[in-house]
């Protein structure tokens, strides 16, 4: 396990190297990045210039949940979204993959953390920083019990969306192009920006029971808030790691096929 | 089918025996209608990428894996190496069965492929060795022994630091080679090594290959379309031909079971009669100065003197044939 | 000339059209997008307890709504569009110079073409939708307006393209466009007005929209849609569009000439 950690380490190192060489336009992606959430949080000022409240959640909490969801996302950005939905097709496409699967480490390791966008720290900051002011405008009114449950949930948010992922990845040992369904997916997750009682009876029950992206930003936040019972707890951390070892059993498969469909 | 053959009584380090793979793949036919026909009924074709071959390698050996495009070497490379499984054959390779990709199996093997480069583009290979010292778990000294060692074989001392894609094809071959060998693997696999380099740096390759060889502790087996590589540098010689294996041994036992020829170069003094010279054997060029006859090796001597005495010459030049020559005939001979 | 532009028009529509599959996907992300905006605004109208809310009523804002969703999905896909970019970086753009066609105009061309590819998509997946919401929809039915939304659109398209294509132009001096376009287009997406109405902001942010070519994306060509503006006012709009088209124009024609001196004499 201390060599994962090593290798981890070392693949950051890597990234980080291999981006500088490109580090006008990095500094530009990281730009572009601040704008957009600068702009949507303008948006949602603007909403809330016409009315208080969004179903229960008040402006501040709103904050909160966006400050939420942008964090969850930025991590998972930065590790093992694009190495898995980009990459790995890529990877498979170009054969590249099998210099990869030969090395004596497990092939999940690779296919999901090679690529760490390391120069992303930087846009980190401001993410960081809205969360802050979010928790300030809401007088940092929460328990250390909260507090660990929103950790928690932020991780199980984190194992939620890598099974997602990888599962759609997974698709590409099959088709030749996954990245349609991979964009559907990054649209449908964006749901987790807004608070879920902007929608009703059946769709709401979707996004909690179905497809739960409610566990992405919401759960966390209600957990911080104090609205969460132990009951959402629990189906949350129980989804997640269901969904996981559905996910990891997929991609074994997917690597079998890999192995004994190609030439 | 020829028996496995063996130039050492080492300990067997790769044994498969009766591999087979087949794979399919839709079939398309051209134009919009096909697609269209494509989309709801595909025609599956099957494909036997190799047929039920077996293959030896002993520690020491350095054995060349020729076969004409599509004839199934790649695929034979990687079934040996792990990243493909067999449909039927059983794989030994140092005791273990390759497609499980244990990872104490993957510590013991290399393969390097073809046209494909592992080493990062915009990293030097330094940052790359420090990488496999962590992957495969190189102890430091061993390491630091290991790099010292195989970058001086392969002569990038130099370039250690350079980004990849500042240097030129044949020193980022020698890089990945470098980075290939540094844990140390006990079977080597090459994919066309000396693919797209050109001579001199072909050559340094080679003797960087053959150099490893020597020191009798690896199996390597390579695969080519170059004729010098499979001249200069292999011990033995596989050669497969649709999925079959048709011929494994020495260069002297191909030669001999598949052109024992020898080639007569004459240079003429003056003019000369065709038709008197195609008596004594297979004329394959001729032109007004200068022919060359193909004769059956054991009368050589004969008929280099017969020409000496019937014709005026001014020099002649007795020569092995070709190794492309064999090998080209031994691809035609498919049907069999 | 009219033969060759055809030509390649349907050459660029066919190869997309070779990955149907794939947009088809890409374009329901779209849809699912802004689907989920409506709910976003469904809500805020039902927290309000109003009817209106900024002179827009439900119907009017769920018509604006999908209006620009539409829009925007065939906008929005082609300001990814790295075609030029990558013609230029990878040398390509060598083998279209010898062409009897500049490639300005192909590529301008291959761009319309995945414009129509992907509106043809777009509307038949925007169609679906509003048959689900058609009692909450508003349609238009005055044919002047009709006339003045498409010049509109119309102009919407060619900004669009005269935006994304001087920056996509940048590739002649930089490595990499991609920063450019993707904080443009992320600008683009609020300041277009697809997502929000431009005058729910405060006065000083749209101002500042104001200075920007976006606003006659969506915001413009929705309002007139919806009746929002006066034909008094529409006239002079399109002349502040039509300044902007020139002065892009003449931007891009800068660029590309000074570009391809660049281009041709470092033997890229």
New interface residues.
Partial sequence: MGRYARLFTLLCKLSLMRQMA?R??????V???V??MV??L??FQ??F???D???QWTFDQVLLLFATFHLVDYIMSITFQRNLSYGLPALIQSGNLDSRIILPIHPLFMASLENIDMMDFISFIPCLGLLIYALHRLGFAFTWLQAVMYGLLIANALVFLFAVVLIIATISFWTT?S???A??????T??GR?PL???EGF?KFFFIYVLPLALISQMPSQALLGALSSGFLFYALACSVLLAVIAVRFWRTGLKNYSSTSS | MPAPFTTSAEPLTVSARNLTKTYWFHEKEPGLSGSLKALFRGRKKWVQAVQGIDLDLHAGELVGFIGPNGAGKTTTLKMLSGILCPNAGTIDVLGHVPHRREKAFLKKIAFVAGQRNRLYWDLPAEEYFQFCQVVYEIPHDRYQAAKKRLVEMADIGDILTVPQRKLSAGQRKRCELVAALLHDPRVIFLDEPTNALDLVNARKLREFIRAKARDGRHGILLTSHNMVDIGEVCDRLVIIHGGRIVFNGDLAALRQRFLPVKQIKILFDGPWERDELAQLGDLTRADIHEAVLEVETGATARVAALICSRFSIRDITIMEAPLERIIESIYARKGR | MMRKALSIFRLAFMERSA?R??????I???I??IL?VV??W???YR??GRAE??GYSLAEMITYLLGGGLINSFLLTTAENPETSQAIQDGALSNMLIQPITPYWVWLLRDLAAKAFFGTIGLAGYAIVSLFLSERLIFLFDPLRLILFGVALAAAVVLQFLTFESLNLLAFW???T???R??LR??M???GGA??PLS???GQ?QTVFALLPFPYLVYFPMRIYLNKIEFAEILPELVRAAAWMAGLTGLNVILWKRGLRRYTSMGD
Avoid: C, Q
């Fill in positions: 490109y006008p336009h990095f500094f530009l992606m730009f572009g990045k704008i957009r702009l949507l303008l948006f603007a909403v210039l016409k009315v409240r969004l179903g192009r990245t349609g369904l964009r559907v997916f990054d649209d449908l964006r749901v807004y009682d902007i929608f769709w | 990955y599959v794939n947009f088809i996907l890409e329901s992300g779209g699912l997008s989920i709910f976003l469904l809500a805020v927290s309000s809310l900024g930089v490595e990499n991609y920063g450019f993707f904080t992320v600008i997406e609020v300041a997502i929000i729910f902001f405060p942010l």
